[in-house]
């Protein structure tokens, strides 16, 4: 055992899994604070793991008294209780980073009090077709609406078009807390997954992103058509806006590049990230493990989160029928260089995330072709 400490963890989805994955090869436990059963206590068998919810304080609480180290594979949680309980236990990243990351409206705020460049955005008081049109007057359409709180994969996003929009806009996210952002035109997104530490602050190399229907389909590593020094820049972004933030652990800093080759950041998630899936193979220290290590004070030798071989991961989600992604595994089986995760997860909803797949390979070129079949069969599935 390198470590006798506790880790607790909110939150028991994939991320979790992962992260006990790391755990488990150095014999350090690992308590999850999530349903019976999640994705992760599947893969931990021990009786530190706490039932309940990650939103609930009482739960919380309890989950506090049972480790060492706090922290979370998700942003939407109690962070009333974990400012409380902070003076008892260790909570990494720091319950104020998670309290105003949790806010998307508040983060972008943060960011650019900061000095790191986000899309404009305003605060709105509802949807009403008023203050669709009057937002479309000041940024022009189309405009994203989003939810300030609980948005993933999409959910909480809505692309206004124009004001014949105001209706479906109100529909769609109408009974959540809104603000709206200004269209970032990127050509492409980029990703960099941070590493804070007792000591400073690391990177992971530079990704590409390429999102469909607003959920992460692939990563690529590094970038396509990305220059070194572009990805450079990427890298030093990253590592600008998660110093502003209090607290240790990985981050993920999603980034738009723009036409003009500017950098916007999107988002920051103050966790394990999809667009991190790929470490776990291509790097010598996988996401997980650093994220372990940076909230225990153990050693992060720089050169390990380096790109060991170009990786390219592809999203397994959900589909038409509740046994698509389970035809994409199967095939992912004949490929040589594939590593194939499955989460776990139970029954299949269209655009769930089901698992991951990361093929390595010495040139990006070379990942590109093993990859395509599995790409085709994802796409031929959509119809
Ligand atoms: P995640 O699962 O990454 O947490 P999310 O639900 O928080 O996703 P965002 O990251 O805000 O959603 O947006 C999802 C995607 O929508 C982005 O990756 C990007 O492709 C697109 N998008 C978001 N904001 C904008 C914008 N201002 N302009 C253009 N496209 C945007
Ligand atoms: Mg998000
Ligand atoms: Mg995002």
Redesign the pocket.
């Known amino acids: 055992m390198v470590d006798k400490r506790k880790v607790g963890v909110l939150g028991g989805g994939q991320l979790g899994r992962m992260l006990i994955e790391a755990a488990n090869r150095l014999n350090i436990q690992v308590n999850i604070l999530d349903a019976a059963a999640s994705p992760a206590k599947q893969i931990s068998a021990h009786d530190g793991h706490i039932t309940g919810s990650f939103k609930d304080a009482a739960a919380v609480k309890e989950l506090a008294q049972s480790c060492d180290v706090v922290t979370v594979e998700i942003e939407h949680v109690d962070t009333q209780m974990l400012e409380e309980v902070a003076g008892s236990v260790v909570v990494e990243p720091s319950w104020k980073t998670l309290r105003i990351i949790k806010d998307?409206f508040q983060q972008k705020g943060y960011l650019k009090e900061h000095g790191v460049a986000v899309?404009d955005s305003v605060e709105l008081e509802g949807a009403s077709p008023e203050t669709i049109k009057e937002v479309g007057s000041k940024f022009g359409y189309p405009f994203?609406l989003?939810s300030k709180t609980e948005?993933?994969?999409?959910?909480?996003?809505f692309v206004v078009r124009s004001e014949r929009d105001a209706a479906k806009a109100k529909e769609v996210l109408g009974d959540r807390p809104l603000y709206a952002?200004?269209?970032?035109d990127?050509r492409l997104?980029l990703a960099v997954m941070v590493v804070k530490t007792k000591d400073g602050v690391l990177t992971f190399p530079t990704v590409e992103?390429v999102?469909e229907d607003?959920?992460?389909k692939l990563t690529y590593a590094p970038p396509r058509n990305v220059s070194a020094e572009t990805s450079a820049r990427a890298q030093e972004l990253a590592k600008k806006a998660i110093a502003a933030f209090e607290g240790k652990g990985v981050f993920g800093v999603?980034m738009?590049l723009l036409k003009d080759d500017s950098l916007l950041v999107?988002?920051i998630?103050p966790r394990p990230h999809?667009s991190g899936h790929y470490t776990i193979e291509a790097c010598p220290l996988s996401q997980y493990d650093a994220h372990l290590r940076a909230i225990l004070d153990l050693p992060i030798p720089e050169s390990s989160l380096r790109l060991r071989e170009p990786a390219i991961m592809l999203n397994i989600l959900g589909g038409l029928t509740p046994d698509s992604h389970s035809q994409i595994a199967r095939k992912a089986l004949e490929s040589p260089n594939a590593s194939i995760h499955l989460y776990g997860k139970g029954d299949a909803r269209p655009g769930r995330k089901m698992g991951h797949i990361t093929v390595t390979a010495p040139s990006l070129s070379a990942a590109e072709r093993e990859m395509q079949p599995l790409i085709d069969l994802v796409d031929n599935q959509k119809g």
Do not use: I, Q
Request: hydrophobic share 30%; net charge negative; with cysteine.
């Open positions: 998307k899309a994203m989003k948005a993933y994969d999409g959910r909480g996003n952002e200004r269209w970032a990127f997104e992103t999102h607003s959920v992460c999603e738009f999107n988002e998630a999809n």
